[in-house]
């Protein structure tokens, strides 16, 4: 039974269980990525148990038991480049509206009570930044270094 729900799983890199029976694994994308990094040839599989979109999920409401969201965080990389390739490119104009609705779905979806853990990079767009365009302020996470572990609550009032 899939009790977690990962919605953008890449190539599940933060894995110590790739194929973990309990988690729900989904991305926009279903595709072998390879390319020539630095004279070096990489590999990445993203193959999601199917493809989905993390701002429009098609799961119904209060649903799982914990959501891990590690959307796109870069936005300044080449379009064609490893980077782009392995974690995926927000757009410049539209990012905050993204990442805004990807999170409320995740609210949506998980249940009452429950956690959604957001993993984020500041290489690009400061945590503060990111703070102020998101529905809900996190309950508590890291407030320093690069990547930054945002822990959400959904209210047990918020049932959807
Ligand atoms: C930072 S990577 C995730 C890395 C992953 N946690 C890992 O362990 O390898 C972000 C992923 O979000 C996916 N993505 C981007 N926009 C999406 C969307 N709207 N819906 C679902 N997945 C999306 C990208 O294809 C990319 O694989």
């Not at 799983?9 to 194929?19: D, I, S, T, V």
């Not at 990807?102 to 930044?129: F, H, N, Q, Y």
């Amino acid at each position: 039974m899939q009790t977690i729900l990962d919605p953008c799983c890449g190539g599940r890199m933060f894995y110590f269980e790739k194929n973990h029976p309990n988690i729900l694994y989904l991305d926009k994308r279903s595709e072998v990525v390879e390319m020539k990094d630095r004279e070096v040839i990489r590999t990445l599989n993203i193959e999601p148990d199917y493809i989905a979109d993390f701002t429009n999920l098609d799961e119904p409401n209060n649903s799982f038991n914990f959501v891990v969201f590690d959307p796109p965080h870069l936005i300044n990389c080449g379009k064609n480049s490893w980077l782009a390739k392995k974690y995926g490119k927000l757009d410049k104009d539209t990012w905050q509206d993204t990442l805004s609705k990807g999170l409320s779905e995740c609210l949506r979806v998980v249940k009452p009570g429950c956690v959604v853990a957001m993993k984020w990079s500041e290489r690009d767009i400061k945590t503060t930044e990111l703070l102020k365009t998101l529905p809900q302020k996190p309950a508590f996470g890291d407030k320093s270094g690069m990547t930054r572990w945002l822990f959400f609550v959904k209210g047990i009032e918020n049932e959807y």
